[in-house]
């Protein structure tokens, strides 16, 4: 058996960037530019040993009539109502925003299995950052670097009893 992940939060922390790495594949677009990539993308993801789905909550960054908020709520609930377990994204360089807020109060809400990890903590511009992250109340977040692929044993650690469960 195996299990999906989710990779949730607010545009720009790097979401795509892990997503990419985790799947190997060029499956979720990564850009600077808004109106690059749509809704929900979902690979087969490869991690040590672990082999598991992996979905990247994208489309936050298009303009629509619908609000960004509302957006970002949607995408995420039915991400997290897709997966058994949530991979929650803050960006350790910018520190915590009210956006993500947001995302911690669906996480909640929906009871989700939430995995905290603050992103972009290469060097020491992110440990100020790294450590604003434990106030969310979520757990020890998981200080990693999707781009120069720190963290990643960490990661693992992490899904590894969620692996065991499914
Ligand atoms: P998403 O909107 O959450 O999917 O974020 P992306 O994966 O598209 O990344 C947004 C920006 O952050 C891009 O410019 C990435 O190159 C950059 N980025 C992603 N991961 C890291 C990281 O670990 N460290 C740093 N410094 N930048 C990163
Ligand atoms: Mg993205």
Known sequence: MSFTLAIVGRPNVGKSTLFNRLVGKRLALVDDQPGVTRDLREGEARLGDLRFTVIDTAGLEEATDESLQGRMRRLTERAVEMADACLFIVDARSGLLPADEVFADILRRKNAHVIL???????????????????????????MSGEHGEGMGDLMLALDPIAKEF
Do not use: S, V
């Open 117 to 143: 990890a603050a992103n972009k903590a290469e060097g020491k511009a992110a440990d100020a950052g790294y450590f604003e992250a434990f106030a969310l109340g979520l757990g020890e977040p998981i200080r």
